[in-house]
T-cell receptor, first 114, second 115 residues
Framework: NAGVTQTPKFQVLKTGQSMTLQCAQD?????MYWYRQDPGMGLRLIYY???????DKGEVPNGYNVSRLNKREFSLRLESAAPSQTSVYFC?????????????FGPGTRLLVL | AQSVTQPDIHITVSEGASLELRCNYS??????LFWYVQSPGQGLQLLLK??????LVQGIKGFEAEFKRSQSSFNLRKPSVHWSDAAEYFC?????????????FGGGTRLMVKP
């Protein structure tokens, strides 16, 4: 049981390049999330998917797109990377049980945009 | 809108000393509250959570937190800190409702432990 996995671990991009961050979970969770972490700002939600087939914007969605490929996988795409997107990106998943939900996080992807 | 404040950006304690990390939240209803820990270069690990019931919550690694509704606080404590506790700690709040729970995180407190 690997939990939440993310690829790649590190990536360097040039401004304007595109890339997709991959996330997968093996806990049969319904909900999945993408956050970015910047110094002093904690984690901010980019997009989330409450269930397979649905996605919704979070606090900072501009410049990103997501795909909930199936129940296990939730990808984050940067179509035209900008230096402001230099950050650490975390994927999380959760399952609602009895009206209560706890999020479990992957190890993160460190992205540098030059 | 909900918000979380962790007033201390950095805290340094001596190994063996007690620890209290502060967390204050703003939320219109009874929230779900969480503490996560992040070791350098790692993801976030759940330390403990409060949903309802007993306001003193026990977590992993000897941590506990107390929910005080009147003070809108959820402070994290540990009676005796170990060098391995050096990490960044995040408090988070979420709504008590449906799936797609949007957690709001504080800015984090970085803990350093002196030998």
């Amino acid at each position: 049981n690997a939990g939440v996995t993310q690829t790649p671990k590190f990536q360097v991009l040039k401004t304007g390049q595109s890339m997709t961050l991959q996330c997968a979970q093996d806990m049969n969770h319904n909900s999945m999330y993408w956050y970015r972490q910047d110094p002093g700002m904690g984690l901010r939600l980019i997009y989330y998917s409450a269930s397979e087939g649905t996605t919704d914007k979070g606090e900072v969605p501009n410049g990103y797109n997501v795909s909930r490929l199936n129940k296990r996988e939730f990808s984050l795409r940067l179509e035209s990377a900008a230096p402001s997107q230099t950050s650490v990106y975390f994927c999380a998943s959760s399952h609602l049980a009895g009206g209560r939900e706890t999020q479990y996080f992957g190890p993160g992807t460190r992205l540098l945009v030059l | 809108a909900q918000s979380v404040t962790q007033p201390d950006i950095h805290i340094t304690v001596s190994e063996g000393a007690s620890l209290e990390l502060r967390c204050n939240y703003s939320y219109g209803a009874t929230p779900y509250l969480f503490w996560y820990v992040q070791s350098p270069g790692q993801g976030l690990q759940l330390l403990l959570k409060y949903f309802s019931g007993d306001t003193l919550v026990q977590g992993i690694k000897g941590f506990e937190a107390e929910f005080k509704r009147s003070q809108s606080s959820f402070n994290l404590r540990k009676p005796s800190v170990h060098w391995s506790d050096a990490a960044e700690y995040f408090c988070a709040v979420g709504p008590q409702n449906n799936a797609g729970n949007m957690l709001t995180f504080g800015g984090g407190t970085r803990l350093m432990v002196k030998p």
